[in-house]
Nanobody, 115 residues
């Protein structure tokens, strides 16, 4: 099992920045990818950004150029730096880890962007 603890959500004005962190613990050997998803009530959870074990990254079109995902392997932590935030970025953000085809999720952290 992999345990994920997220932090860094909150309330910010449009144009502001936030950094989310997600620390992985437990059986972390073999993690293939770490990433972030977000969900608005009534909508499906959608991918935001992912970083795979080799360091390659992918982003949703809606966040390209504004969000940056990074990973500190020594700390088993993945970060999401969110700049130029927009009200439509408001959602619960979930950390995701993929290990040998299995998905593990954090508890979610609320990000609210006011206009």
């Amino acid at each position: 099992q992999v345990q994920l603890v997220e932090s860094g959500g909150g309330l910010v004005q449009a144009g502001g920045s936030l950094r989310l962190s997600c620390a992985a613990s437990g059986s972390i050997f073999g993690i293939n990818a770490m990433g972030w998803y977000r969900q608005v009530p009534g909508n499906q959870r959608e991918p935001v950004a992912v970083i795979i074990s080799g360091g390659s990254t992918n982003y949703a079109d809606s966040v390209k150029g504004r969000f940056t995902i990074s990973r500190d392997n020594a700390k088993n932590t993945v970060y999401l730096q969110m700049n130029s935030l927009k009200p439509e970025d408001t959602a619960v953000y979930y950390c995701n880890v993929v290990k040998w085809g299995n998905n593990f999720w954090g508890q979610g952290t609320q990000v609210t962007v006011s206009s």
